[in-house]
């Protein structure tokens, strides 16, 4: 048996695997069915491929929470009270909102300040100078 990477092809027997769920489970199967030959891959994912998985999952859940917020910065702006919402509030409130159009600018200063301060500051950081 040899584990091997499920992106690269990497043979993994000297590093370290990462098995998700879907590939724990395909293993147990192979296990209980008719167990494991030498000629058998096992699949997991190398520590590269794993990170870089990782991240791009880590970035596209940015990229729907910046979306949503800005859907709500854009419906409700006129409405001083949404400063004191956290960006996680704006978020769970924005899935109501359909049709909203929005600038890609706010949409990259949005996930650049959630990077830098969180998902439970305030919406009203966002628009505090940061000259001071």
Known sequence: MKT???????????????FD???R?????????RGLTEDDAIYAWCRDCYEEEISKIERDILDEIAI???????RYHQYPEIRDYSFREAYNRSFY???IEITEDLILS?????KDVGLDAPIGSLF???TQ
């Open 128 to 130: 505090q100078s940061t």
């Open 68 to 74: 949503g917020v800005a859907k709500f910065i854009t």
């Open 4 to 18: 091997v990477c499920v992106k690269c092809n990497k043979d993994l027997a000297k590093e370290d695997a990462f």
């Open 25 to 33: 489970q395909r293993k147990l199967e192979i296990l209980k069915t």
């Open 110 to 114: 949005i996930k650049e300040k959630i």
């Open 97 to 99: 909102l359909e049709h």
């Open 21 to 23: 769920s879907r590939l």
